[in-house]
């Protein structure tokens, strides 16, 4: 059966695909914030996944707010990227994992979860900027997008998006292969891109949240999304797909790294990498 090997979850900023297409990485705004990945690069390099889980959330790419479905899955042999409007050039196609969609699909279903199967899926920033932040040499696994969304109410709580992690650990660990699998969450942290509390960041909370998912993965189950919102901005509940990812990896973990920076653009960036026990 296939193995989950740990999970990775970071914020995922348009303005860092201009950061990497432009070779800034070194340049003072940025080190602190691309420096959080270089443990993990080492670290991926020696539990060597073949194929990663994303669990991330579309901003108008795919779905956009006429059709908006609530989770995702993507069920493509390859996963194209397209121009956003941010500038950023857009990427070589992803390649798929067919067989775990599929029977992911069927585990969820199985499971209850009503999920809306994606036979052909286009991917944003929050779904190509992390794949290149934990590999930046060349995405050397195959994938399998899960989306959640978190941009048109009403948004799924913090509590099912735990419990749909936990159903897909569970449908990965069935998987009849022998392929490492490591689980991606994008999103969050803190951040509020618009309206009166614009800016907002909440690095109390976030720093909290980052720490439940070592030892109390399911701490942040507890709040609403309206409670979420208040803490960590309109767009700070992207945290939902980090939690999401502790799910699926269940079980104990060990810290690897972390890293957390305010703020890239308006976003207070965090890092996460998990090695499953
Ligand atoms: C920013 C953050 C995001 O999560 C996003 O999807 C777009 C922009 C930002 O801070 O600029
Ligand atoms: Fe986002």
């Not at 995922?12 to 297409?21: E, L, Q, Y």
């Not at 009503?114 to 050397?140: N, R, S, Y």
């Not at 309109?234 to 890293?259: D, F, I, S, Y």
Request: hydrophobic share 45%; with cysteine.
């Amino acid at each position: 059966m296939a193995k989950i090997i740990g999970g990775l979850t970071t914020s995922h900023v348009p303005a860092i695909g201009g950061a990497i297409a432009r070779g800034v990485q070194q340049e003072p705004y940025w080190k602190p914030f691309f420096d959080g990945f270089l443990p993990v690069h080492q670290w991926l390099g020696e539990v060597k996944p073949d194929v990663a889980v994303v669990f991330y959330n579309d901003h108008g790419l795919n779905f956009f707010l006429d059709k908006m479905p609530t989770f995702a899955v993507g069920a493509a042999p390859e996963y194209r990227n397209a121009d956003e409007g941010w500038g950023l050039p857009t990427l070589a196609p992803f390649k798929g994992q067919p067989d775990l969609s599929w029977h992911l699909i069927e585990h969820l279903v199985d499971r209850e979860f009503d999920i809306t199967t994606c036979q052909e899926m286009l991917v944003d920033h929050a779904f190509t900027l992390p794949l290149k932040l934990f590999w930046p040499q060349g995405c050397p696994v195959t994938t399998v997008p899960i989306c959640i969304n978190t941009v048109q109410f009403p948004l799924p709580s913090a509590k099912r998006c735990y419990a749909l992690g936990r159903a897909v650990g569970e449908a990965i660990r069935s998987w009849d292969s022998d392929k490492r699998v490591v689980v991606v969450g994008t999103g969050g942290l803190s951040h509020q891109l618009d309206g009166e509390r614009a800016g907002f960041i909440n690095k109390p909370f976030d720093l909290k949240f980052m720490d439940s998912l070592i030892e109390d993965p399911q701490w942040a189950t507890q709040f609403s999304i309206h409670e979420l919102v208040e803490k960590t901005g309109t767009q700070g509940v992207e945290l939902l797909m980090w939690l999401a990812t502790r799910a699926a990896v269940g079980g104990r973990v060990r810290k690897v790294h972390t890293n957390y920076h305010i703020p890239i653009s308006n976003t207070a960036a965090g890092m996460m990498a998990l090695e499953a026990l």
